[in-house]
Protein backbone atom coordinates (compact mmCIF):
# COMPACT_ATOMS: atom_id res chain seq x y z
CA UNK A 1 0.00 0.00 0.00
CA UNK A 2 2.99 2.42 -0.11
CA UNK A 3 4.61 4.20 2.99
CA UNK A 4 2.67 6.13 5.75
CA UNK A 5 4.07 9.63 4.48
CA UNK A 6 2.67 8.85 0.74
CA UNK A 7 -0.67 7.19 2.47
CA UNK A 8 -0.56 10.50 4.41
CA UNK A 9 -0.36 12.25 1.61
CA UNK A 10 -2.93 10.76 -0.62
CA UNK A 11 -5.21 11.43 2.65
CA UNK A 12 -4.76 15.20 2.83
CA UNK A 13 -5.10 15.06 -1.31
CA UNK A 14 -8.82 14.09 -0.50
CA UNK A 15 -9.36 16.47 2.24
CA UNK A 16 -8.02 18.93 0.10
CA UNK A 17 -10.36 17.95 -2.56
CA UNK A 18 -13.30 18.64 0.10
CA UNK A 19 -12.54 21.31 0.86
CA UNK A 20 -12.56 22.62 -2.70
CA UNK A 21 -16.23 21.13 -3.35
CA UNK A 22 -15.21 18.11 -5.24
CA UNK A 23 -16.63 15.97 -2.14
CA UNK A 24 -18.74 16.04 0.43
CA UNK A 25 -17.64 15.07 3.73
CA UNK A 26 -19.57 11.81 3.14
CA UNK A 27 -17.54 11.25 0.25
CA UNK A 28 -14.43 11.63 2.14
CA UNK A 29 -15.19 9.59 5.21
CA UNK A 30 -16.22 6.74 2.87
CA UNK A 31 -13.33 6.96 0.16
CA UNK A 32 -10.84 7.25 3.47
CA UNK A 33 -12.14 3.97 5.09
CA UNK A 34 -12.34 2.15 1.32
CA UNK A 35 -8.63 3.18 1.01
CA UNK A 36 -7.05 3.03 3.78
CA UNK A 37 -9.19 1.02 6.34
CA UNK A 38 -8.59 1.66 10.13
CA UNK A 39 -4.92 1.34 9.72
CA UNK A 40 -3.63 4.62 9.09
CA UNK A 41 -3.94 6.53 12.59
CA UNK A 42 -4.41 10.08 10.85
CA UNK A 43 -7.80 9.37 9.37
CA UNK A 44 -8.85 6.56 11.77
CA UNK A 45 -11.32 8.87 12.71
CA UNK A 46 -12.98 9.25 9.61
CA UNK A 47 -12.85 5.54 9.13
CA UNK A 48 -14.90 5.16 12.56
CA UNK A 49 -17.44 8.28 11.30
CA UNK A 50 -17.96 6.04 7.74
CA UNK A 51 -18.74 2.71 9.85
CA UNK A 52 -21.09 4.91 11.87
CA UNK A 53 -22.79 6.10 8.66
CA UNK A 54 -23.13 2.74 7.33
CA UNK A 55 -24.75 0.97 10.67
CA UNK A 56 -27.27 3.89 10.45
CA UNK A 57 -28.20 3.35 6.99
CA UNK A 58 -28.55 -0.68 7.72
CA UNK A 59 -30.33 -0.23 10.56
CA UNK A 60 -32.78 2.44 8.65
CA UNK A 61 -33.02 -0.25 6.42
CA UNK A 62 -34.16 -2.90 8.56
CA UNK A 63 -36.65 -0.86 10.02
CA UNK A 64 -38.54 -0.07 6.93
CA UNK A 65 -38.09 -3.72 5.95
CA UNK A 66 -39.94 -4.59 9.11
CA UNK A 67 -43.39 -2.22 8.09
Known amino acids: MGSVA???????ALA????????????LA???HQRFGHELPLVER???LDDE???G??????????R
Open 46 to 48: LAN
Open 57 to 66: IEQSCSVRRS
Open 6 to 12: GQEAAAR
Open 53 to 55: HAS
Open 30 to 32: FRI
Open 16 to 27: ARMLADQLTPRE
